[in-house]
């Protein structure tokens, strides 16, 4: 998909949880993303701090698992698995008293 695809989905998908005001639940809903971006910041942050030394083989997570030899198969359906985890839980979060006034069929056709 490359940078251009991937950076316009996610934007989309940010300001349609800032809109229904979901926030929340997209970060429980990503959670894999949110682990995969967070490997990234701790590498960065602690190789700064320790002035060399690194956190994870390399960053982000997936490629560290990559190097303790662990299959790409086996990566992947670990992952699936976090995925599958996480996303009950954000259902679960979800309300229908927690949706916005918005999408209350009085606000139909009304700007705010």
């Not at 997936?62 to 299959?71: D, G, I, P, R, V």
């Amino acid at each position: 998909m490359g940078d251009t695809g991937s950076l316009s989905l996610g934007g989309a998908l940010a300001g349609l949880a800032i809109f229904t005001r979901t926030e929340l639940l997209l970060v429980i809903l990503g959670g894999l993303l949110v682990i995969e971006v967070m490997s990234v910041i701790l590498q960065v942050g602690f190789f700064k701090m320790t002035r060399g030394r690194r956190l994870f083989k390399m960053s982000p997570i997936h490629h560290h698992f990559e190097l303790l030899n662990w299959a790409q198969v086996t990566i992947v359906m670990r992952f699936w698995i976090i995925a599958g985890c996480a996303s009950p839980r954000a259902s679960a979060s979800s309300t229908p008293s927690g949706w916005p006034a918005l999408m209350s069929p009085g606000m139909v056709g009304t700007c705010r």
